[in-house]
């Protein structure tokens, strides 16, 4: 009887070392609150989106007044391009953000009218000025701009 007691007090010892740890715990919380800051930057920029794009538009004209005129070859106004373009900047930082990694940005630079160095240009502007409140959400969200000035310039 006693026997049987230490073989069940045993067996029930070794299940608990199949338990999570105070690291996994510890390690757990720190990606709960990566998370929650990349959750954050997201939602902020998603609530501003249009203010950032009409901002950076209108950054990016006084750097460039020969843009408010542009056309494209077959004479339709390249504003609604541009706006479109910079708007895809933003949603792609959101995307990449919400999903947590800075590579799923591709090649968002392929069909952009801006050319690669205002496209730059744009997304300094957009880190600079994207108007994130804590420098937790701020970092994060640099890091990931980042990201994607290198991936428009490896593909210029």
Do not use: W
């Amino acid at each position: 009887m006693f026997s049987d007691l230490i073989k069940n007090f045993t067996k029930q010892l070794s299940s608990l070392r199949d338990l999570p740890t105070k690291k996994d715990f510890e390690n757990a919380a720190t990606h709960h609150q990566e998370n929650a800051v990349l959750l954050r930057a997201a939602d902020f920029l998603t609530k501003n989106r249009s203010s950032i794009v009409k901002n950076a538009m209108q950054e990016l004209y006084e750097k460039h007044p020969e843009l408010q005129v542009a056309s494209n070859p077959d004479g339709s106004d390249l504003n609604a391009a541009y706006i479109r373009n910079i708007d895809s900047y933003v949603e792609a930082l959101t995307d990449s953000l919400v999903v947590g990694d800075p590579k799923i940005v591709g090649k968002i630079s392929s069909e952009s009218e801006l050319p690669p160095d205002q496209q730059v240009e744009v997304l300094k502007y957009i880190k600079s000025c994207s108007g994130l409140t804590g420098q937790a959400e701020q970092q994060a969200a640099n890091t990931y701009i980042d990201h994607i000035i290198s991936a428009t310039q490896e593909f210029d």
